[in-house]
């Protein structure tokens, strides 16, 4: 049997260790030489104890891997892709979708696992990366083609006005005057977190929640109670102080502005919850520390038909709303390789905002 090691500085596989998937590289025989922090992760064992292991063994039902290793060591196929469940010692099984590829070396295979929830989850991040790129270029042709028409309806208003010589029909002007105002400023909602690159420095992100808590409570004074569940603990993260108070804003005032029937009865809540997560996985990457930021308030929830929508521009639950809130909280969050995400239901409705710390 190969004797099992651990990568060396300049191992190719040293690289492995940086992936978000979880990946094992197998001899001939479906032997462990090389397990990835993930794959550690995910089984509960350390490098020592599963290199020199049959993988085959921490499955659900072995025979699978071993027809793929058998398939591809005899150059049946190159690649062999199929759904198993990963078994780790005393734990439940774990739905995960296996590649099996040979390598440049006869010897060497490698074993890559896909959770089958963490596979929807990057595909669901990936359908948002795309959604917000379309957004930024639909943004920006939007802009040129609205802003001159736009702009030549205002004057062309003010200039009626003077020529009118009735000044009850001067009310008529203004309203076209002031709606293309309105338009100008969605626009510019629409553009502003494009126009300029972040200024990045240390934030602390407890002096953002607080920042953000007293202009929540100063615009909805009564009825509301905004908590703090804080982990002093959590260090500074790099990033554009300005941007982060605006996404954390436009977020809970959403959450307030759900509220308004709590409010009027006194029982309205907003939590602010802050933890660090550990060795989690999003945007494709894995990081050992992360920013995991929580505000989940006691609404009514998100309605079904928008919940898989509702950070697309424009779309609001809301009678009034833009639907620019989380639209624009989101791009914001993106711009430092985050991701937000949403779990609601009636009396509780979650947003989780998950920012690398490493």
């Known amino acids: ?19 978000a998937t979880q990946l094992a590289v197998v001899d001939g025989e479906g032997r462990v030489r090389f397990a ?46 199929y759904d198993a469940e990963l078994q780790p010692p005393g734990g439940e099984c774990i739905p995960v979708h296996v590649i099996v590829a040979r390598t440049e070396r006869p010897d060497e295979i490698v074993v890559e696992l896909l959770p089958l929830a963490q596979q929807a989850r990057q595909e669901r991040e990936q359908r948002l990366a795309s959604q917000a790129s379309a957004n930024k270029e639909l ?8 802003r001159n028409p736009l702009g030549g309806i205002r004057g062309a208003a003010q200039l009626l006005e003077l020529e009118i010589g ?23 909602r629409l553009l502003e977190p494009h126009r300029h690159p972040p200024r990045v420095g240390d934030v602390a992100i407890h002096e953002v929640c607080e920042r953000v808590r007293a202009l929540i409570l100063a615009e909805f004074p009564r009825g509301l109670a905004l908590r703090r569940d804080y982990d002093v603990s959590i260090p500074d993260l790099r990033g554009d102080r300005e941007q982060l108070i605006q996404a954390l804003l436009n977020i809970v005032r959403n959450a307030a502005q759900a509220l308004a029937g709590r409010m009027a009865q006194g029982d309205a809540e907003i939590v602010l919850r802050t933890r660090v997560a550990r060795q989690v996985t999003f945007g494709g990457r894995r990081y050992k520390l ?24 424009l779309v609001s639950g809301r009678d009034g709303g833009t639907g620019l809130g989380l639209t624009l909280a989101q791009t914001y969050v993106q711009q430092h390789h985050g991701l937000i995400e949403l779990d609601s239901r009636p009396g509780r409705t979650e947003v989780r905002i998950l920012i690398p710390l490493n």
Do not use: K
Not at 1 to 19: E, G, I, N, T
Not at 139 to 146: Q, S, V
Not at 171 to 176: K, M, S
């Open 36 to 81: 990835n922090a993930a794959l550690q992760d995910a089984i509960g064992l350390s490098a020592r104890a599963l290199e020199g292991s049959v993988l085959a063994s921490h499955f659900a039902e072995p025979a699978m891997l071993r027809h793929a290793l058998d398939g591809v060591r005899g150059n049946a196929f190159a690649t062999l892709r």
């Open 166 to 188: 009735e000044r009850g029909l001067h009310e008529y002007t203004q309203v076209i005057v002031r709606e293309a105002d309105r338009l100008q400023a969605l626009l510019d």
């Open 1 to 19: 049997m190969p004797a099992a090691r651990r990568p060396q500085p300049d191992d190719p596989w040293q690289a492995f260790d940086l992936l």
């Open 290 to 313: 992360a920013l995991d930021l929580h505000v989940i308030d006691n609404g009514p929830g998100v309605p079904d038909s928008i919940q898989d929508r509702v950070f697309l521009p």
């Open 139 to 146: 943004f920006r042709n939007l802009a040129h083609e609205i």
